[in-house]
């Protein structure tokens, strides 16, 4: 269930009227996390950072408000609903924000898409969801569900977080968690009766992008990034919690994490442009052996995107296994070099606890692969998200430049002479097409900064 705009506060925050959630929360029931998304915080780029485990590209922000975009979708592309549908074998079904529908093609079994258009509309928007939440739970051909309301997102254009509306409208939304969580707990119920090993149903609350002060998105400010993310299983025990649900704002992790978590979780491939890192809390629940399987498949796939990217070799062979055996990794400065070191020690480490059993090493791989994960983690995000800023800047000064010289050339023919040179003429074609460019790509620069009234 994505709530669009669901920011920390409206769910772990003190003014929350989102109860039934928080009493799953403090009682252990649900494991709330907050997921730092990364700018542009609108819906598309962060559907793509949620389905693909990395970071979309600023383009994707203007292609985000051009609805009839297909060049965006990620058909050719690998994704968890591509691996969830084709290697897990689950019937996907979407309600709501029909983004998803022009992102994922071919991959919907049943649809009914909500546009994020009409912006004035809060409360349509979100029945028009609802009232396919029972019917559709309650048939049994379902493998993946997704619910996308629009309305809160909604509320925040219009009203800011602190609107009248927005108190009502998370009491609608935390009634809809109810009756998922009923209908699923009823369901698994009756599975495990039929076949005591079968597994329970995974339950995800989440937004997608944050808000600011103001109720807008689009940018990097703490409101815009921070957003909710709330896992349900029958099967896990998370454990009742001594600390406040405020606790919760602060317990952040990267949004690209989900990716790898719910593929790990389902048993099917990482996609292959991951740079997120699994969620510990949630594979601590698997047995040592496992747990370390999905650390290495993770490290696997990471470390092979970084050997893509970088001038590092794909494999790692027992040469640099031995190489860095009695080395610590601590003293290595070169990035590469630190990451060949914990991967090697990850190895190292997991094959003395398959042939031992000892905790000390299951202890050890894990906080190694933990360690390589997180260094590759961020030494990705950064190299992926490194705009030049001075190269956009100085275009844009040359922009204007071109602009000023364009109507200084105007003004000269006008006024002082009467007759155009050759080479006044070039330069004024030259010009005027420099000009146009800058008019067009003007407002798409100002939509960037501050994204007008869509989702
Ligand atoms: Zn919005």
């Known amino acids: 269930m994505l709530v669009d705009a669901l920011r920390n506060d409206f769910v772990f925050g003190d003014k929350s009227e989102m109860h039934f959630t928080r009493s799953l929360l403090k009682s252990g029931k649900a494991m ?72 994922f093609p071919g ?17 349509e928007v979100d029945t028009n969801v609802t009232r396919n939440v029972k019917p559709e739970l309650l048939r049994n051909d379902w493998g993946v569900t997704i ?14 977080p602190d609107s009248p509306l927005m108190g009502p409208k998370q009491k609608e939304m935390d009634s809809v968690v109810k009756t998922i969580y ?17 597994k329970s149903t995974l339950f995800v609350l989440l937004g997608d992008h944050g808000m600011n002060f103001a109720g807008n998105h689009g940018g990097s400010s703490h409101g815009e990034t921070s957003t909710t993310l709330v896992f349900m299983d029958k099967d896990m025990d998370f454990g009742p919690s001594d600390k406040p649900l405020s606790a919760l704002l602060d317990k952040t992790l ?4 989900f990716a790898s978590t719910i593929s790990l979780l389902f048993g099917v ?32 796939q990471i470390y092979k995107l970084l050997a893509t990217n970088d001038n590092v070799k794909d494999m790692l062979d027992p040469s640099d296994i031995k190489q860095f ?14 990451i060949i070191c914990h991967y090697a020690k990850s ?11 000892s905790d000390i090493y299951l202890r050890q791989a894990q906080a190694s692969y933990q360690e390589t994960l997180l260094i590759t983690n961020s030494y990705l995000s950064e190299s992926f998200s490194n705009y030049n800023f001075t190269a956009m800047f100085s275009g844009m000064g040359l922009m204007s430049l071109a602009v000023l010289g364009f109507l200084f050339l105007r003004f000269w023919e006008e006024g002082w002479s009467s007759e155009a040179t050759e080479s006044t003429k070039l330069f004024r074609y030259f010009d005027q097409s420099i000009f146009w460019t800058f008019i067009v790509l003007y407002p798409t620069y100002s939509m960037l900064l501050r994204e007008p009234s869509t989702a």
């Not at 292609?63 to 969830?84: C, F």
């Not at 991959?107 to 409360?123: A, E, L, N, Q, Y």
């Not at 009923?182 to 079968?198: A, G, H, L, V, W």
């Not at 190895?347 to 059993?357: A, E, F, I, Q, R």
Request: aromatic residues 8%; contains cysteine; negative net charge.
């Open 325 to 338: 055996d009695r080395v610590d990794c601590a003293d290595i400065s070169g990035k590469d070099d630190k």
């Open 147 to 160: 619910f996308h309301y629009l309305g809160l997102d909604h509320i925040g254009h219009l009203g800011g």
């Open 254 to 257: 990267p949004q690209v994490n």
């Open 107 to 123: 991959i919907f079994s049943r649809t009914d898409g909500t546009s994020s258009f009409f912006v004035t509309d809060t409360v």
């Open 32 to 103: 709330g996390f907050t997921a730092r998304a990364t700018a542009p915080t609108v819906t598309m780029p962060r559907v793509k950072a949620l389905t693909t485990g990395t970071v979309p590209s600023f383009l994707d922000a203007v292609l985000n408000i051009a609805e009839s975009d297909t060049s965006s979708s990620l058909a050719h592309y690998d994704n968890i609903l591509w691996q969830l549908k084709h290697q897990g074998k689950k019937k996907i079904n979407l309600f709501g924000d029909d983004t998803w529908i022009r992102l």
């Open 182 to 198: 009923d209908i699923i707990t009823k369901q698994d119920m009756e599975r495990k009766s039929e076949n005591p090993d079968s």
């Open 347 to 357: 190895l190292v480490n997991h094959g003395k606890y398959l042939s031992t059993g």
């Open 269 to 300: 491939p990482i996609p292959i442009n991951n740079i997120g890192y699994p969620i510990m809390e949630l594979l601590d629940q698997q047995s040592g052996p496992e747990r370390l399987r999905s650390l290495q498949l993770c490290t696997h």
